[in-house]
Structure formats: structure tokens, C-alpha cells
């Protein structure tokens, strides 16, 4: 997968930057590697993309018809890699929780495997209260929830 999408973002930096030799300096690649990898995808696609001159390249009609859908696959997976690291960078830190000793042995295990499947980055701190001592650590601030 890794490979058609660097081809895809490939081909899509040759279409706007209209030759090899620009395209290549946008994506840090050598112009033999950007050539390889537009070659390897038109053999895949059975189908050529560009109309090649010595000067630039243009976009055959299969390209025009899969430029605006390759741009499209590029700005959705931009986006939703961004929603993810945005997602990782606001969940994680540190809640503690204060409870009676019974709920850590019985209850909670499971509910905390649970929670870290859910969010890997936020770590749970336990305080074992007394049922009484529970809700004055939370109202003490040593303690998030009872």
C-alpha cells in the first residue's frame, strides 16, 4: 500500500509541476526514481498517464480522469493522518482514580484493559481509600474521580 501511494502523490506532483525534473526536487527524489515510479505505475494501470516531450509532460486522458480522484485519495489520507496524531497529541497525561480496595481486585482490571485499548497514552493512577476517605480525595484534588 506504502508504494501506491508515494506513486500516487508522485503522479499527482508531476501533473501540477508539469516536468520531471521539478517534480522530482518537490518529492526529494532524483529524476530517475520519479520516472521509475510513473513507469511502474502506468505498466500497473496498463495505460500511459503523461504524454512525454523533452520539455514537459501532459497528462494523457486516463491521467486527466485520475488526477481529480488521486488528489481527492491524498487530501482524505491527509486528513484523517492528521485527526489521528491531533487525536494522540489531546488524550494522554495521568487520571487518578480513588477507590475502595474491593473495586481495584474485582471491578476495575477489566475496566481499565478496556480504557487503555481506548486511549494508550493516558495512564490511570489508583489511590485505595477507604469507602469513606474516596469522595474526600476528590474534593482534595488528590484525586480526579471516586
Given at each position: 500500500m ?9 503522479f ?16 526529494n ?20 498517464l ?8 501532459e ?13 481527492e485519495?491524498?487530501?482524505k489520507l491527509?486528513?484523517a493522518l492528521?485527526n ?34 481506548l ?8 489511590l ?5 476517605n ?13
Open positions: 506504502k508504494h501506491e501511494l508515494s506513486s500516487m502523490k508522485a499527482v506532483t508531476l501533473a501540477e509541476a508539469g516536468s520531471f525534473n521539478k517534480a522530482a526536487k518537490l518529492l527524489i532524483t529524476q530517475p526514481a520519479l520516472t521509475r515510479r510513473i513507469k511502474k505505475m502506468e505498466d500497473d494501470l496498463h495505460t500511459l503523461f504524454e512525454r516531450t523533452t520539455r514537459k509532460v497528462l494523457t486522458k486516463a491521467g486527466r480522469m485520475l488526477l481529480p480522484e488521486a488528489r485519495l491524498i487530501r491527509d486528513e492528521f489521528v496524531r491531533e487525536m494522540n497529541a489531546y488524550h494522554h497525561g495521568t487520571i487518578t482514580l480513588s477507590c475502595i480496595p474491593t473495586a481495584v481486585f474485582y471491578f476495575l482490571p477489566l475496566a481499565i484493559g478496556k480504557f487503555n485499548e486511549y494508550p497514552n493516558i495512564k490511570i493512577r489508583i485505595e481509600k477507604g469507602t469513606n474516596c469522595m474526600e480525595s476528590v474534593l482534595g484534588n488528590e484525586a480526579d474521580f471516586a
